[in-house]
C-alpha cells in the first residue's frame, strides 16, 4: 500500500518562495504519474499540477504557470513542488496524489488519483 507525505509547508510573505515534497514509500506500482492538489479554506480541493513519465509530461492550472515547477526524484520516491512569487491566493492545504486510476486526460480530476498525502499548510501573508 502506497503512502505518501507532504512536507516544507509553512508561513511565508507575499513574493516569497516555497519548495514542497511528497515522500512515496510503500509502493509496487509505477509512480511515476503523480499530482497536487489543494483546498483553501471553505473551498473544493482544486488541482495544482500534475506530472507522467517521470516529469516528461507536466501540466498546470492557469494560476500556476510561470510560477510553480513539479519534478519527481530520479529514484521516482520524492515528488516536489517548487513555488515561486507566491500570492495571499496561494494560501492552502496543498495534497499529493498518485495511483491515477483514469487517462492522463483526467488527471485534474480529484477522484481520478486514489492515493493521498495528509496535506501540509501554506499560508502566504500580504
Known amino acids: 500500500q502506497v503512502q505518501l507525505v507532504e512536507s516544507g509547508g509553512g508561513l511565508v510573505q507575499a513574493g516569497d518562495s516555497l519548495r514542497l515534497s511528497c515522500t512515496v514509500s510503500g509502493s509496487t506500482f509505477d509512480v511515476s504519474s503523480m499530482a497536487w492538489f489543494r483546498q483553501a479554506p471553505g473551498k473544493d480541493r482544486d488541482f495544482v499540477a500534475a506530472?507522467?513519465?517521470?516529469?516528461?509530461?507536466?501540466d498546470y492550472t492557469d494560476s500556476v504557470k510561470g510560477r510553480f515547477t513539479v519534478s519527481i526524484s530520479n529514484a521516482k520516491t520524492v515528488v516536489y513542488l517548487q513555488m515561486e512569487t507566491l500570492e495571499p491566493e496561494d494560501t492552502a492545504v496543498y495534497f499529493c496524489?498518485?495511483?491515477?486510476?483514469?487517462?492522463?486526460?483526467?488527471?485534474?480530476?480529484?477522484?481520478?488519483?486514489?492515493?493521498w498525502g495528509q496535506g501540509t499548510q501554506v499560508t502566504v501573508s500580504s
Open positions: 506530472l507522467r513519465g517521470g516529469g516528461a509530461l507536466t
Open positions: 496524489a498518485t495511483d491515477r486510476r483514469g487517462g492522463w486526460s483526467q488527471r485534474r480530476f480529484e477522484n481520478v488519483w486514489n492515493s
